[in-house]
C-alpha cells in the first residue's frame, strides 16, 4: 500500500469512528440514555405528607418544580426549573403530564392553612417507562 491509500484509508476510519459516536443518544447525569423532557407519554403522580399526614391541595398554593435530566437540586429557586406542575384544589396529588422517560428532580411546595406556612420537599426520580402512570412521594419538612 502506498502512502496515499493509507491515509485514505486512516481518514475513512475516524469519519467512521466519529459517526458512531455523535449517534449515541445523550445520556443523563445518572446515566440514563433516556431523554427526560417534555412531550412524551408517562404521568408522574406526586403525593406529599408531613408528619405523616397526607397534604391536601389548596387553591392556587401547591406546585411541583421539574428540573429535566437531573438528579440535584439546582435550588428552590422556581426560575431554574424547567417546568411547573399546579395541583387542583382539594387533591392529594399533583399530576405531572406528558414526561418522556428519564431523571428528573422534583421540588414541592406546599402552603398550610392551619399553620399559615409553606412547606416544601424534594425527590429524585428517574424512570424508563414510556407510558403509563407512575406515583411518587414527597415528604415536606
Known sequence: MNKLSICAAALLC???LFS???SCKKSDDNGLSCPAGDGGNTQ?????TRGGDTIL??????????KYGASQSPGTDPALYDKAFAGEQGENHIHLTRLKCGTYFLYRVSWDPLSQQRYSGTVAISFTKTSGEIDTLITLQ
Open 14 to 16: 475516524s469519519a467512521a
Open 20 to 22: 458512531s459516536f455523535s
Open 44 to 48: 408522574v403522580v406526586v403525593f406529599a
Open 57 to 66: 391541595n389548596t387553591a392556587g398554593n401547591d406546585t411541583v418544580y421539574v
